[in-house]
């Protein structure tokens, strides 16, 4: 590989007074003379531009002009989302992106795309004391690993949104809304489809409201209620009417009611309880 001719510098010896022989000096020209050819070899710059830099390569053993890639003329990349005017980011700086589970990126000329899931919030935990998050339609908090969330996301057209009790943390827990709710659109309520048999089981944490044709005469036991819930059971007689429905642990005013016994007579009944009983309502005989 050529180097750098430090070492072979000629003599001036015999150039340097105008009485010098240019006989003598000849081998020191030669020198110089190869001197600069070594170094025309090891350095291959045709028409530089402003920022550019000599970068050594290997393969021929020569030092190029190449960019440089952290020096002041080289502009910032910058990263434009559709929700964004963009991020810039400063040569020698690093850009990350960070996603939990399904994050995938690619690119392809100069545009990056990341994929995900949208509205993919999925804490298996949370944990410390609770600071306002606003946004995403419910005022609440979350603390710890999760900081504070602030603005007023739009959140677009999906399919259902489930938040379930496991979702937040474990089983047993409640989403507290401390705040007015309101339904632009409208409120609809799961409604569970009860089987007739002489012990119908309702469980209170399947829905809130429950149907029934009944088919013999039943008796009906409500479990998994909490403290402040409210069921609905609509009773429907069948072609045959006369069946009988009472409610075990449930008070009714006045005592245990009696259900219409018409065929296809329908009677509603609501349960709420309040920690200690279990307070029950019933509206008979709907009809047009």
Same mark, same amino acid.
């Given at each position: 590989?050529?180097?750098?001719?430090?070492?072979?510098?000629?003599?001036?010896?015999? $150039?340097?007074? @105008?009485?010098?022989?240019?006989? $003598?000096?000849?081998?020191?020209?030669?020198?110089?003379?190869?001197?600069?050819?070594?170094?025309?070899?090891?350095?291959?710059?045709?028409?530089?531009?402003?920022?550019?830099?000599?970068?050594?390569?290997?393969?021929?053993?020569?030092?190029?002009?190449?960019?440089?890639?952290?020096?002041?003329?080289?502009?910032?990349?910058?990263?434009?989302?559709?929700? &964004?005017?963009?991020?810039?980011?400063?040569?020698?700086?690093?850009?990350?992106?960070?996603?939990?589970?399904?994050?995938?990126?690619?690119?392809?000329?100069?545009?990056?795309?990341?994929? @995900?899931?949208?509205?993919?919030?999925?804490?298996?935990? $949370?944990?410390?004391?609770?600071?306002?998050?606003?946004?995403?339609?419910?005022?609440?908090?979350?603390?710890g690993a999760y900081g504070s969330l602030t603005g007023t996301p739009t959140i677009p057209s999906l399919g259902d949104i489930t938040i379930t009790n496991s979702t937040i943390q474990s089983s047993g827990d409640t989403i507290d809304l401390d705040d007015i709710v309101r339904f632009n659109v409208g409120y609809k309520e799961d409604i569970n489809a009860l089987t007739s048999s002489a012990?119908?089981?309702?469980?209170?944490?399947?829905?809130?409201?429950?149907?029934?044709?009944?088919?013999?005469?039943?008796?009906?036991?409500?479990?998994?209620?909490?403290?402040?819930? &409210?069921?609905?059971?609509?009773?429907?007689?069948?072609?045959?009417?006369?069946?009988?429905?009472?409610?075990?642990?449930?008070?009714?005013?006045?005592?245990?009611?009696?259900?219409?016994?018409?065929?296809?007579?329908?009677?509603?009944?609501?349960?709420?309880?309040?920690?200690?009983?279990?307070?029950?309502?019933?509206?008979?005989?709907?009809?047009?």
């Open positions: 590989m050529a180097t750098w001719p430090t070492g072979t510098k000629a003599s001036t010896a015999n $150039l340097d007074a @105008g009485t010098d022989s240019p006989r $003598l000096a000849r081998a020191d020209i030669k020198q110089n003379v190869d001197n600069v050819n070594a170094i025309i070899d090891m350095f291959n710059i045709d028409g530089p531009t402003n920022g550019q830099i000599l970068k050594y390569n290997t393969s021929n053993a020569r030092f190029e002009l190449d960019t440089d890639s952290t020096g002041s003329a080289v502009s910032a990349t910058t990263f434009v989302g559709d929700d &964004s005017t963009g991020t810039a980011v400063n040569p020698g700086e690093t850009f990350k992106i960070a996603g939990a589970t399904g994050i995938t990126t690619a690119v392809s000329g100069d545009t990056l795309t990341i994929t @995900g899931t949208a509205q993919d919030f999925a804490f298996s935990s $949370l944990t410390g004391t609770p600071t306002t998050i606003a946004g995403y339609g419910i005022t609440d908090a979350f603390d012990s119908i089981s309702v469980d209170a944490s399947t829905a809130p409201v429950h149907t029934v044709t009944l088919a013999t005469n039943a008796t009906f036991t409500i479990s998994n209620m909490v403290a402040g819930q &409210s069921i609905m059971i609509i009773i429907t007689q069948d072609g045959t009417g006369s069946r009988t429905g009472s409610f075990s642990s449930v008070k009714f005013p006045g005592g245990a009611p009696t259900l219409s016994t018409g065929a296809g007579d329908i009677d509603v009944v609501s349960v709420f309880y309040d920690g200690t009983n279990y307070l029950g309502n019933i509206a008979q005989d709907f009809t047009t």
